[in-house]
């Protein structure tokens, strides 16, 4: 089954959204495999936006995936990678629409909450470089209500 890395990042611990989030993701169906709250190091945030070292606001983003705890997820389910990032919706705010985490919670780019894979080989890049402990290993017993 198809996996992702959510990320919730600092903004969106300190402003409390922790709970609404992962209720959006649970609430669609999507299971969630990892958890953890963890403060990563300038080197760390660095890798794990390595991709973007050349863009001009590089420095700024690790500043802020630096500047406190985020949460750290692994989510599972058909498709999760496209609808997970459906969910979070555009990376700009401005665009994003509403009913999205982002369109519903976000106003600025560098404040914009949340961080979705953006397809299957970058999800399982950044969950080995998350979680180098290796997840849970569970099935929900509403697989069956969810899947045909
Ligand atoms: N970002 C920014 N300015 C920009 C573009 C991106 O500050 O002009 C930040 C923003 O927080 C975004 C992150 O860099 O979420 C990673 O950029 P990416 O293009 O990967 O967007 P995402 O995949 O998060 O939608
Ligand atoms: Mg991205």
Known sequence: MEQTFIMIKPDGVQRGLVGEIIGRFEQKGFTL???KLITVERHFAEQHYADLSA???FNKLV???IS???????WEGKNVVVTGRKI???TNPSDS???????????DIGRNVIHGSDAV??????IALWFPEGIAEWRSS???WIYE
Not at 97 to 107: E, F, K, L, S, V
Not at 121 to 126: G, L, M, P
């Open 33 to 35: 495999k990892g958890l």
């Open 55 to 57: 863009k001009p606001f």
């Open 63 to 65: 500043e802020y995936i």
């Open 68 to 74: 406190g705890p985020v949460v750290a997820m692994v």
């Open 88 to 90: 979070i919706g555009a």
């Open 97 to 107: 629409a509403p009913g999205t985490i982002r369109g519903d919670y976000a106003i």
């Open 121 to 126: 080989e970058s999800a399982k890049k950044e």
């Open 142 to 144: 509403l697989h069956s």
